[in-house]
Nanobody, 124 residues
Framework: QVRLVESGGGLVQPGDSLRLSCAAS????????MGWFRQAPGKEREFVAA??????YYADSVKGRFTISRDNAKNTLYLQMNSLKPEDTAAYFC???????????????????WGQGTQATVSS
């Protein structure tokens, strides 16, 4: 069973940056497709970004501002968030899956593993 633990959230001002980390244990991290999702209060959870082999995918709302990356030697997934906006405020969740398909399918189909989330708040 893969365990995922997020860290790096916090309170920042608009325009600032945050880097989220997700430490994985208990499985073969390098074989997993990994992603980030977020959920704001009163809203449904939404896809943010994913990484599979050398390819990365982003929601339109974060494209150009966020960067997903992974370090397989450290079993860690990252999300670099720049030019943060108040609408980026949410709980951010790391997720992993054992299979991949089209990005449209992956965004909306169940993922195998989830972290507990880390809160990012963007406010002046």
């Amino acid at each position: 069973q893969v365990r995922l633990v997020e860290s790096g959230g916090g309170l920042v001002q608009p325009g600032d940056s945050l880097r989220l980390s997700c430490a994985a244990s208990g499985g073969t991290f390098s074989s997993l497709a990994m992603g980030w999702f977020r959920q704001a209060p009163g809203k449904e959870r939404e896809f943010v970004a994913a990484i599979w082999e050398s390819a990365t995918y982003y929601a339109d709302s974060v494209k150009g501002r966020f960067t997903i990356s992974r370090d397989n030697a450290k079993n860690t997934l990252y999300l670099q968030m720049n030019s943060l906006k108040p609408e980026d405020t949410a709980a951010y969740f790391c997720a992993g899956r054992t299979t991949w398909g089209s990005i449209a399918h992956v965004k909306n189909s169940p993922w195998n593993y989830w972290g507990q989330g880390t809160q990012a708040t963007v406010s002046s």
